[in-house]
C-alpha cells in the first residue's frame, strides 16, 4: 500500500535538468507510489535558451508558472507565460518551453499518468525559428 507524502513545493529532490537548463525537484511520482501523477517545480536559468521540441504520447501535461516568464512553443505557436498562468498541454502535442531570458523561471509541472513519456521530435530547429519569427511580427 502506498502511503502518503509531505512535502513543500520549494524543496524535493533536486536534479539536473537536460542541456543543463536548471534544477527540477521532485514531489511526487513514481518513487512515492504515485502512478497516476508526477508534480514538479523546474527552476529554468535565465540563460536557458528554449528545451527540445518533443511530445508525451500518453500523459497529459500542465505547466503553473511560479515566477518569471517562460517561452513555451506548443504545436508550432509561440506563447510567453508569466507567473500565473496555466498551460494545459494533450497527449501527442509538440511543445519545448525554457525562460525568456529575463531572469530565472520557475514551473510546477503536472505529468498524468505518471512514468517516462517524453518523445524528442529531431530536426525541430526550423519549426521553433518559426514560431519564434511569427510571434515577433504579430506582436509588434
Same mark, same amino acid.
Given at each position: 500500500?502506498?502511503?502518503?507524502?509531505?512535502?513543500?513545493?520549494?524543496?524535493?529532490?533536486?536534479?539536473?535538468?537536460?542541456? $543543463?537548463?536548471?534544477?527540477?525537484?521532485?514531489?511526487?511520482?513514481?518513487?512515492?507510489?504515485?502512478?497516476?501523477? $508526477?508534480?514538479?517545480?523546474?527552476?529554468? %536559468?535565465?540563460?536557458?535558451?528554449?528545451?527540445?521540441?518533443?511530445?508525451?504520447?500518453?500523459?497529459?501535461?500542465?505547466?503553473?508558472?511560479?515566477?518569471?516568464?517562460?517561452?513555451?512553443?506548443?504545436?508550432?505557436?509561440?506563447?510567453?507565460?508569466?507567473?500565473?498562468?496555466?498551460?494545459?498541454?494533450?497527449?501527442?502535442?509538440?511543445?519545448?518551453?525554457?525562460?525568456?531570458?529575463?531572469?530565472?523561471?520557475?514551473?510546477?509541472?503536472?505529468?498524468?499518468?505518471?512514468?517516462? $513519456?517524453?518523445?524528442?521530435?529531431?530536426?525541430?530547429?526550423?519549426?521553433?525559428?518559426?514560431?519564434?519569427? %511569427?510571434?515577433?511580427?504579430? %506582436?509588434?
Amino acid at each position: 500500500m502506498t502511503s502518503p507524502k509531505f512535502t513543500r513545493i520549494d524543496t524535493g529532490t533536486p536534479k539536473g535538468m537536460r542541456l $543543463d537548463r536548471g534544477v527540477t525537484h521532485h514531489l511526487v511520482g513514481l518513487d512515492d507510489g504515485a502512478s497516476n501523477v $508526477d508534480l514538479h517545480t523546474n527552476v529554468i %536559468n535565465a540563460d536557458s535558451g528554449i528545451g527540445p521540441y518533443h511530445y508525451h504520447a500518453k500523459a497529459e501535461n500542465i505547466y503553473v508558472v511560479m515566477s518569471g516568464t517562460a517561452e513555451v512553443i506548443i504545436d508550432g505557436v509561440k506563447y510567453l507565460f508569466k507567473a500565473g498562468d496555466v498551460a494545459f498541454i494533450p497527449p501527442g502535442v509538440p511543445h519545448a518551453a525554457g525562460s525568456d531570458g529575463s531572469g530565472i523561471t520557475t514551473v510546477l509541472e503536472i505529468y498524468a499518468p505518471a512514468g517516462r $513519456d517524453f518523445e524528442i521530435i529531431e530536426d525541430s530547429a526550423e519549426i521553433i525559428a518559426t514560431a519564434r519569427a %511569427n510571434y515577433e511580427k504579430d %506582436n509588434k
